[in-house]
């Protein structure tokens, strides 16, 4: 998902159309996690990226998302750019530490 959300509408308040971007967010990872993983693979894991505009988008974790929509409704910033892209992922396995 690359996409720029807008807020503003002329009878929806913003503090709702933050929530429902918050909600679309969620709905999407949930749909992708939700897809049959690939031979091999164990989990399906996201490059995520934040900002005012596309061009000064940053990376940011998955986890941060939520907290970048309410900087950006504290800011009171019109618009803004979301990117999430799903990738699979490979567990490495934890190599126990020795006795000596």
């Not at 998902?1 to 503090?15: C, L, Y």
């Not at 949930?30 to 897809?35: I, L, Q, V």
């Not at 907290?67 to 126990?96: H, N, W």
Request: aromatic fraction near 8%; hydrophobic fraction near 35%.
């Amino acid at each position: 998902m690359k996409k720029t959300f807008v807020i503003e509408h002329a009878k929806i308040q913003p503090p709702r159309l933050f929530e429902a971007v918050k909600h679309e967010l969620k709905k999407y990872i949930r749909r992708e996690r939700n897809k049959k993983l690939p031979e091999g693979a164990d989990f399906w894991d996201f490059d995520c990226k934040y900002g005012a505009t596309a061009e000064a988008a940053t990376v940011v974790h998955l986890s941060e998302l939520n907290k970048c929509v309410d900087q950006a409704e504290q800011q009171g910033l019109t618009s803004f750019y979301i990117e999430i892209l799903a990738k699979v992922g490979k567990r490495t396995p934890r190599i126990a530490p020795t006795e000596e």
